[in-house]
């Protein structure tokens, strides 16, 4: 599983995790922030936190178009300077008032800036690694393990919010209670979640750490194509006709279409399904399933597969041992870490966010042993077609949730403070189970399938390209919260299943013509 790659691979997957973790951390209760701190409903939250969204992924389009001229190493560089003054900004205590709304949009703004500048050209300097033969045909693997260390950081950020949260307003004498709508009580959490922002700013600095520390391991991949055919001892540079170029565009910008819809049904996690845990789900957990909900059983659930994998994929004897016996202490330390809980707890809708996360980090050894068993038969499954499954798969997870919301009280009926906290989390942990499935099939072979397939002049514009498709999906997740109030549940995910099947259907009609373009 991680035989065999290079180690700028390692280095920079680590130094996106760090960034990521601090990204998902205020991701995590930015919507629940915004209602808090300004009194805005869940059309008005759902809508900011859809054109943030939007920006900081439509951001890496011209970052890339800038990296492709000037460098990908310092364009992540300015990154993350940006980034960071963003979410200082974002930590500093305002009113919530107009001044506090400005500030928090200058602060979204540099975030976004600073985003645009760092993440599509840092995987663009994964893909070149890549672009030696020696490592050529593990380029979906790396990828694969890239999304995985993506994810670890991910997978902390909502406990940690909660912690954060948690800590604050107990000095405050309350804990949190989503029908409590008190000025002081909403002020003591606002403030709570404003310390999250600031978890961001030190993890960027950890990252950045890692970045400069290992630069040697990746710098040779810091080249673009203009720079390539200037340097002596660079890999060489694939030349492409005028046709095989506009081929190549096409097919991806097809791929780009198609995912929009993806992006809009996934990312309801920061806003539809955290309406949903806040209105419907029972937040008090008990019995077996408090395991899921500490963070750090499920590290060590995580860890447990890929030393298990270790055990039997290890030609070593040693190695097959050692990897047995951590196996065993990951399983008990879990046991354990459970074992010492409270009987009952009391959850916050955010802590659904890591179920995703900690979902592709268990998943990821299963899914490339999977897909790696077809490719040793010679029936590797193609990018396109593992894309147009996953949107199929996720019209299942939408399923899900619509099963859950059948006999509910729609949103409109309940009012702004009401809930009907009656449902299982399990409900909400099966739907992100089944969404991270076909994110699992979609996304990091979508990034794969673009570092492989985009021309070596636009390498930078075209993952920028990827990143603007997830954008104005992100922008499209929004409409879900307008209509929140306005229509029953059942409408409302019955509109992101049909949008998902649609575009499975079309990218199957696809296939046979993306295929033969990319061969």
């Known amino acids: 599983m991680f035989k065999n790659q290079p180690k700028g691979l390692f280095a920079l997957a680590l130094a996106n995790t760090g960034e990521r973790f601090g990204y998902y951390t205020m991701l995590a209760i930015f919507t629940l922030f915004m209602q808090a701190k300004f009194g805005w409903d869940e059309s008005t939250a759902g809508q900011v936190n859809a054109i943030f969204l939007a920006v900081v992924y439509f951001a890496p389009l011209f970052g890339g178009m800038i990296a492709d001229k000037i460098g990908y190493g310092r364009c992540v560089v300015a990154g993350f300077v940006v980034m960071f003054l963003g979410y200082l900004g974002l930590a500093i205590p305002t009113a919530p008032d107009m001044s506090g709304q400005v500030a928090m949009f200058a602060g979204l703004a540099a975030v976004s800036l600073g985003t645009g500048l760092f993440k599509g050209n840092l995987q663009v300097l994964i893909g070149n690694l890549y672009d030696d033969p020696k490592y050529a045909s593990r380029r979906d693997s790396a990828f694969s393990l890239f999304y995985m260390a993506i994810n670890m950081g991910a997978m902390f950020a909502p406990s940690m919010a909660n912690w954060i949260t948690e800590k604050h307003l107990a000095q405050y004498g309350f804990h949190y209670d989503a029908a409590n709508h008190a000025p002081e009580y909403l002020e003591a959490l606002y403030s709570g979640y404003g310390l999250c922002f600031g978890v961001a700013c030190v993890s960027l600095i950890l990252s950045a750490v890692i970045y400069f520390a290992t630069r040697s391991w990746f710098k040779h991949a810091d080249v673009t ?114 074992s010492g809980m409270a009987n009952r707890l009391d959850a916050q809708p955010s802590d659904f966010q890591q179920f995703n996360p900690f979902f592709v980090v268990a998943l990821t050894p299963f899914s490339m042993l999977f897909f790696g068993a077809f490719e040793k038969k010679g029936k590797e499954i193609s990018a396109p077609a593992r894309i147009a499954w996953g949107m199929l798969i996720a019209a299942l997870g939408f ?77 499209l997740s929004s409409i879900p919260s307008m209509l929140w109030d306005k229509i029953p549940l059942m409408y409302n995910w019955a509109i992101l299943i049909a949008l998902c099947l649609i575009s499975a259907f079309v990218m199957f009609a696809l296939l046979k013509k993306l295929n033969k373009m990319t061969a």
Request: proline letters at 4%.
């Open 399 to 475: 399923g899900v949730i619509t099963l859950a919301s059948m006999g509910l009280k729609s949103p409109m009926e309940l009012g702004e403070t009401e809930t009907q906290s009656i449902l299982s989390p399990n409900w909400l942990i099966s739907t992100y189970f089944t969404l991270t499935v076909a994110e699992l099939l979609l996304s990091p072979m979508g990034l794969s399938f673009v570092s492989k397939v985009a021309p070596p002049k636009f390498k930078g514009m075209m993952m920028g390209g990827w990143c603007v498709a997830t954008a104005i999906g992100n922008y």
């Open 225 to 338: 194509a203009a720079k390539a055919k200037e340097t002596a001892n660079a890999a060489p540079v694939e030349e492409l006709t005028p046709k095989q170029t506009r081929d190549r565009i096409v097919a991806l910008l097809l791929v780009f279409a198609v995912v929009i819809f993806f992006w809009m049904a996934f990312h309801q996690n920061g806003s539809a399904l955290t309406f949903f845990a806040k209105k419907y789900t029972n937040l008090t957990v008990e019995g077996g399933m408090r395991f899921g909900f500490n963070i750090f059983s499920l590290a060590l659930v995580a860890l447990s597969v890929y030393t298990g994998f270790g055990v039997f994929q290890s030609k070593e004897t040693k190695n097959r041992i050692i990897c047995g016996i951590v196996t065993l202490a990951a399983w008990t330390g879990a046991y354990l870490l459970y």
